[in-house]
């Protein structure tokens, strides 16, 4: 069985009156919150312990950045960011990729 890749909820995390959960995440690329509501708490604990299927079908009523944020605590602002055009560019620089020396 092959555990998903799912990110670590914080402790103020809530179930909420209706019996759904509220996860919040520390972003890893920004270290705010970001946060996931109305997620059922019996599909989600199914979907991290690898006994249902991948996030797009156990979680068809979220959105794509909704899920990201369940897999990795990711906001989906920060992935564009991370990952734009200019982003890249300036990895492909050669003196963006130089070691850090404090020197
Ligand atoms: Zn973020």
């Known amino acids: 069985m092959k555990l998903p890749f799912a990110a670590l909820p914080l402790e103020?995390?809530?179930i909420d009156a209706d019996g759904t959960l509220t996860l919040r995440y520390e972003c890893p690329?920004?270290?705010r919150e970001s946060s996931v509501s109305g997620?059922?708490?019996d599909r989600w604990q199914a979907w991290r312990h690898g006994i249902t299927g991948p996030v797009t079908e156990v979680f068809p009523h979220?959105?794509?950045g909704e899920r990201e944020i369940l897999k990795t605590g990711v906001h989906p602002a920060c992935w564009d960011l991370?990952?734009?055009e200019e982003a890249l560019a300036e990895f492909q620089d050669d003196d963006a990729l130089q070691p850090y020396n404090p020197e």
Request: proline share 0%.
């Open 29 to 31: 690329l920004c270290h």
């Open 12 to 14: 103020t995390s809530t």
């Open 62 to 64: 979220l959105t794509d």
């Open 39 to 41: 997620v059922d708490r």
């Open 82 to 84: 991370a990952f734009s």
